[in-house]
């Protein structure tokens, strides 16, 4: 046995074994020195000098360092992929998943706190003075919100300074351009010459005025507010110097005006603000009685007074208490060290906003106080569906009928993936199709259990240059750990693009979860990695049918099915329009422009185009006409929703009963097909014409060409990239966006292609991801972000870092197994047959009819 032979035997790949073997051959090669200078000792030649045998010792040791990191990286890789194979990762989401929601389903009901509970009392400071309640989305309200939620209400304000510094808070939501006058020990009324009507009433102490006027409420003799906040404590303190029987009087106080607030509560919302604590240090004299150890006695207090209307849901004084929290944070700001300083103030009236109007306006991002809306009839219909196969494939197991459907899927160790199975055809077994439909029906419950029940936790975004840039760093590293030798070396061959989809994908992930958009030159970048998705549809299915000729509808109807199958199933199962899920609406859009363009007479493929030159000009003038046909369009808004505002086109296309999203993304990428399609066109001509060089290690030019067409692209990609960091205004931005973005995708890919060493290999890591990157993109949505991608699922709630590990987890686990149940179904729902196909797409057709007229009937969700 040779020493070649070693890393076979030991179990590595033969690919690991063959670059192990050349690292040894380059081992042997420092030591035939030494052992020539022994040698050519007997034959007289001079030895060779101390320094220069250290430095082959040296050399030596460097070869076989490479070769134990060869060894070290080959058995890593092989260890990794075989103990974490796709389909072990996905039993083990399974039971996470299962943990997950036996977990908090358990908290909810042994609990018994909802999101207003958590709204109320808790939460934390992200940066910036942005709030963040304890497993819930705040919305931040603005004035014509404001106005539309409190119109028609009463809200009173009753208390001290402190309550006083509330109220202005909250009338400055309503009114931004309020001042704070006035005595500040008198009653306060807001008016704007709106309906609006709020009032504060100075009751500085809880003590017989106060309980007057609650009775006056309670009777009758006074219209009774809708919305009642109060709060006192610091002037009891103050004025008894923080004496006991102060303190007991407060209780005493507030244990007979219970009932009354209880009463009142039970047509009004209550608050009862809890005290902020103080900043000992800054207060004055006369107010030095008033310390924390005080406040929280008198907090204390007034809970145990008043916590026993939480045993009657109809008759709840409510806790005000997030404010307390974050003044806790922020209170050494203070002026005085008594009153709240501007931020924990804000927090105070954005929750009381919160509580008040979230069940009113329903605001997506706003899931604290958010009531769940009841199924609807498709939901429920969808369900049943689901249910309804579920119970055959059941019935089919019990009666034996499906026990042959397959065996046990061989992994394949090396990329961690499962060899697809064959479905069974039309005259086989239903199990397969049934059990597919049932693990999409599985699927489903956990997307609705995510993001439209209210079992699990969700958190609004809020960036930071670190949670974007460190994940980052984190996923090129992997990708480059798994970096492998391409099986063809053509430009923008297959294992290319998904490694380019893979990583764009990623980048777009994390842009997402850390609410990058806020950040202008990430926002901007972006934006190219979308343009660039378009450019390799065009790339793509240009170059399939200036090939191949396949204009069929068997094709035409698998890449529809794989693009919208999800994305159709969802709008059923989370009652969201087609439009809604934007990025598909978009692919499937500019897939039918290529085909129709491309199909209609008179067909010009390369074998015609390399008969006769002149097709090569038709070509062109069908491209120049597409062209011009997206300038009519872009350049025309009115033609632009005359055209897709017809049902039962507008039905797909308008979201919330507008047409104006589909017009901004359609508009900002609009040529980026355009350049994919002209690329692809320019590329095959100079492959046919054998100008590239294409051989594994090759540049693809001469290398002076090559060395120019590097430079130029370079100095294009970092030009852009000072551009987009360069810009203040996303709308300026995006008008030059649609112009531009071919810039950065052509150098990109000029750079990745020249060198023949760059292009002769691809990271496997990246390729995995971008091979279910349309799954990514759409899943995000529900199970991975939250509230419709406005905010964050929390499924560990306390710990943010290991829960964006475990929900990424079975997110990718999820996307992987949906793409695998699309691509079994299609072989189901597309048959090649054409009678078939075409009855497939009469019954398909009369089933989205349906679907449209019960949207249409039902309104906007």
Not at 377 to 390: K, M, P, S, V, Y
């Amino acid at each position: 046995m040779t020493e070649h032979d070693l890393p076979a035997r030991a179990g590595l790949p033969a690919r690991a074994a063959a670059a192990l073997g050349a690292a040894s051959q380059s081992g042997e090669q420092p030591m035939r020195p030494a052992a020539a200078a022994a040698d050519g000792g007997r034959d007289g030649a001079p030895a060779p000098s101390p320094l220069h045998s250290a430095a082959v010792r040296l050399s030596a040791c460097c070869h076989g360092g490479a070769k134990m990191a060869v060894l070290a990286y080959s058995l890593g890789k092989r260890e990794i992929n075989h103990y974490f194979s796709v389909r072990n990762a996905k039993l083990l989401s399974f039971a996470a998943v299962v943990l997950l929601v036996a977990f908090h389903s358990l908290s909810r009901y042994y609990g018994g706190e909802d999101s207003c509970d958590w709204l109320q009392s808790s939460g934390r400071f992200l940066g910036d003075n942005v709030w963040q309640p304890y497993g819930c989305m705040m919305h931040k309200y603005r004035s014509s919100e404001a106005k539309t939620c409190l119109g028609k209400k009463k809200v009173a304000f009753v208390g001290d300074s402190r309550i006083r510094q509330l109220f202005y808070s909250l009338v400055k939501i309503i009114d931004p351009e309020v001042k704070e006058e006035g005595n500040k020990h008198q009653n306060i009324v807001f008016d704007d010459g709106s309906s609006v009507n709020v009032e504060f009433l100075w009751y500085p102490e809880v003590n017989n005025s106060l309980k007057e006027l609650l009775m006056s409420w309670t009777e009758g003799s006074l219209a009774k507010p809708d919305v009642i906040v109060l709060g006192a404590a610091t002037w009891s303190i103050k004025l008894n110097g923080g004496s006991m029987e102060a303190l007991n009087q407060y209780r005493s106080n507030l244990s007979a005006m219970a009932n009354l607030l209880q009463k009142l509560a039970q047509g009004s919302e209550v608050y009862w603000v809890l005290q902020e604590p103080v900043y000992e240090e800054k207060l004055s004299d006369n107010r030095k009685m008033i310390t924390n150890e005080q406040i929280v006695l008198y907090n204390e207090a007034a809970v145990s007074s008043l916590d026993g209307s939480k045993k009657n849901s109809l008759g709840r004084v409510k806790f005000l208490g997030a404010a307390r929290q974050a003044a806790t944070e922020t209170i050494s700001e203070s002026e005085d060290g008594l009153h709240v300083p501007q931020s924990a103030r804000n927090v105070g009236a954005m929750v009381l906003m919160n509580s008040v109007c979230n069940k009113v306006l329903k605001p997506i991002d706003g899931s604290c106080c958010y009531p769940l809306p009841l199924p609807n009839l498709l939901q429920l219909l969808t369900g049943c569906c689901f249910l309804g196969a579920a119970v055959c494939f059941l019935v089919l197991r019990l009666l034996g009928h499906n026990r042959h459907h397959k065996s046990k899927l061989p992994a394949d160790v090396e990329s961690g993936e499962e060899r697809k199975p064959a479905l069974a055809g039309p005259g086989g077994s239903l199990g397969a199709p049934l059990l597919a439909v049932c693990k999409m029906g599985l699927i489903m419950a956990y997307f609705y259990l995510c993001d439209r029940a209210d079992l699990f936790m969700k958190e609004q975004k809020f960036y930071t240059h670190s949670a974007f840039f460190i994940p980052l760093i984190y996923i090129f590293v992997l990708g480059i750990f798994y970096s492998e030798n391409c099986k063809e070396t053509k430009v923008l061959n297959r294992e290319q693009t998904d490694e380019w989809k893979g990583w764009m994908q990623l980048v777009i992930l994390i842009y997402h979860i850390s609410g990058a958009s806020a950040f202008i030159p990430v926002y901007m970048h972006v934006r190219v990695l979308v343009a660039a998705y378009l450019f390799q549809t065009g790339y793509g299915h240009f170059s399939f049918f200036w090939l191949k000729g396949d204009f069929g509808l068997y094709r035409v109807c698998q890449v529809l099915f794989r693009l919208n199958f999800l994305v159709v199933i969802l709008c059923l199962v989370m009652d969201r329009p087609y439009q809604f899920y934007y990025f598909v609406p978009l692919v499937t859009f500019w897939f039918a422009v290529i085909y129709g363009t491309l199909a209609m007479w008179p067909q010009i493929l390369q074998k015609k185009a390399s008969g006769s030159g002149i097709w090569h000009l038709g070509i062109l003038v069908k491209l120049l006409c597409l062209l011009l046909g997206i300038c009519c369009f872009a350049y025309s808004r009115g033609l632009f929703e005359s055209v897709f505002s017809v049902w039962p086109v507008s039905t797909l296309f308008e979201l919330q009963g507008s047409i104006h999203e589909w017009w901004f993304r359609w508009s900002l990428d609009r040529f980026a097909i355009i350049y994919g399609m002209v690329f692809a066109f320019v590329y095959l001509v100079l492959q046919k014409c054998q100008v590239l060089s294409e051989g594994k290690g090759e540049a693809l030019f001469s290398n002076k060409i090559s060395n120019c067409l590097l430079f130029v692209s370079v100095v294009a990609f970092l030009t852009y990239s000072i551009w987009a960091s360069s810009c203040k205004n996303k709308s300026e931005c995006n008008e030059l966006h649609p112009y531009i973005s071919a810039v950065q995708i052509l150098a990109f890919v000029l750079i990745r292609n020249i060198p023949g060493y760059i292009r002769s290999l691809y990271s496997s890591f990246f390729a995995w991801f971008g091979r279910i990157s349309l799954e990514l993109f759409i899943c995000q949505y529900h199970i991975w972000l939250a509230a419709d991608t406005k905010g964050i699922l929390v499924l560990i709630p306390g710990s943010p870092m290991l829960n964006v590990i475990i929900s990424t987890f079975i997110f990718v686990c999820v996307a992987h197994e949906i793409s695998q149940v699309t691509n079994e179904l299609a072989q189901l729902a597309i048959p090649k047959e054409s009678g078939a196909l075409l009855r497939r797409l009469l019954a398909f057709a009369a089933f989205l009819l349906a679907v449209l007229l019960l949207s249409t009937k039902r309104g906007p969700p």
